[in-house]
């Protein structure tokens, strides 16, 4: 009775120390073997031990002892005591226990919680802005991290201090994809930012992924430095047209340059008569060789990425035939009204001269031929009052009457 009692006690004892000893937790790389020792074991058969394991593989427990045959490749008792794990994977993941008796009859347990982990690639920034604008919401690249075992996370940091998304200034998109082969994650971290004004020119951003395992460092991306541009206001496009004044010799050149002084440099767009020219994007305009069919009101267009598109005052171009003196004054409109004016005399001038001329040529014309005509007149009248008389009588008295 009393050794049974004190037997018991050495149970309840031995029962504590293990409760309070706890689970040991451990962490192994995926496709590594593992070792995980039975505590208290003989080092050599023969043994009284067995382990018991609860894993992704098990349905309940699993039970391997020294004598029994191994698991598949899955799991073996060593020599001397220890559990082999040849390559561990995410499976494996779960409890592992051990219970051994020495020699002396004295039992021990052993108790280990196994996670696995796996390190991803160095993560990356894809697509980094190289310039951003201040005072607007700008994309500054996607953070990639791709093979991470748990899926650990992924954080930004400007300037060496943490980023924390606010929903504001910073905003972060995220995405977490596996890889249903491996079971591995890739996640994904866009950043968008708004700098301040006035702020940092060249602010360095980078991304690290901390694994979700404890004692693992964090992984870093190469930084980034894109430059902060200040908004500058678009009223100051402005339009110089060489030569000065828009008035140009046949065959000569025009030069037209649209002066858009914003950063980064707007993309430039030429109207020409209210119409988009289809030419590529150039702050400058060039026509050589003008004839008439380049005269027209010209206009820039920049268009900014976060401003938007402003258009520049318009500026007319004229053509003057060669050695003709353009006007002195930069008014191209009153140049244009004066040709135009000149050009309407002279045709209204012509106009009246043919016009006179043909009235008198007509009026001469119809002079000789009423001279012509005259006594065959007098002839057909003389016989339709003969008629008259004769045969219509009726109708000469009418006519007499009425008159
Ligand atoms: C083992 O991990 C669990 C959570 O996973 C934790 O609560 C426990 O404190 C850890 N034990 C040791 C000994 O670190
Ligand atoms: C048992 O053997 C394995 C492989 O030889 C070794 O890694 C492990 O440390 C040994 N365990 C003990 C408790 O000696």
């Known amino acids: 009775m009393a050794a049974g009692a004190t037997a018991g006690t ?6 504590l120390w293990g409760a309070v000893v706890g689970s040991q937790n451990i962490t192994a790389r995926i496709g590594e073997p593992l070792v995980l020792n039975c505590k208290g074991a003989p080092k050599k058969p023969p043994q009284q ?4 394991l609860n894993t992704g593989r098990t349905e309940a427990w699993k039970i391997l002892s020294p004598q029994g045959s191994p698991w598949d490749s899955v799991a073996r ?7 082999l794990l040849p390559a561990i994977g995410i499976q494996d993941e779960g409890t592992f226990r051990c219970r051994a008796t020495n020699r002396h009859g004295k039992e021990t347990k052993s108790n280990y919680r196994v996670r696995v982990y796996q390190i991803p690639g160095k993560p990356e920034i894809i697509d980094p802005a190289s310039e951003l604008m201040a005072g607007v919401p700008n994309k500054v690249g996607t953070c990639v991290s791709e093979g991470s075992y748990p899926e650990g996370t992924l954080s930004w ?22 890889n249903p082969e491996t079971g591995l994650f890739t996640l994904q971290s866009e950043l968008m930012v708004t700098p ?3 702020g940092n020119a060249h602010p360095t951003f980078s991304c690290s992924f901390s694994p ?4 693992r460092r964090a992984l870093n991306t190469a930084p980034i430095q894109p430059s902060v541009w200040e908004p500058v206001p678009l009223e100051e496009v402005r339009l110089v047209v060489e030569p000065e004044g828009g008035a140009v010799v046949r065959g000569g050149t025009v030069t037209l340059t649209c002066e858009a002084p914003a950063q980064p440099p707007p993309q430039i767009h030429w109207v020409k008569d209210g119409m988009p020219l289809p030419l590529p994007p150039s702050p400058i305009l060039l026509l050589p060789e003008v004839g008439p069919q380049d005269q ?8 900014h990425p976060s401003h938007g598109s402003q258009e520049s005052p318009a500026i007319s171009i004229s053509i003057t035939e060669t050695g003709e003196e353009g006007p002195t004054t930069g008014s191209v409109g009153g140049s244009g009204l004066g040709t135009l004016a000149l050009a309407l005399g002279i045709l209204g001038g012509l106009g009246i001269t043919a016009l006179l001329i043909g009235i008198i040529m007509w009026r001469r014309r119809r002079r000789q031929g009423e001279e012509r005509k005259a006594p065959e007149n007098q002839e057909e009248e003389e016989e339709r009052a003969e008629l008259n008389q004769s045969e219509e009588p009726e109708a000469a008295e009418s006519g007499t009457g009425g008159s």
């Open 157 to 178: 940091h400007l300037d060496g201090k943490p980023l924390i998304p606010d929903g504001k200034g910073v905003s972060v998109k995220e995405q977490i994809r596996r």
């Open 296 to 303: 027209g009101t010209y206009s820039c267009v920049a268009t």
């Open 77 to 83: 008792v060593l020599p001397n005591g220890s559990l």
């Open 196 to 198: 301040a004004r006035g």
């Open 10 to 15: 050495w149970l309840l004892v031995l029962s």
């Open 212 to 215: 979700g395992i404890p004692r």
């Open 49 to 52: 031990l067995e382990w018991k």
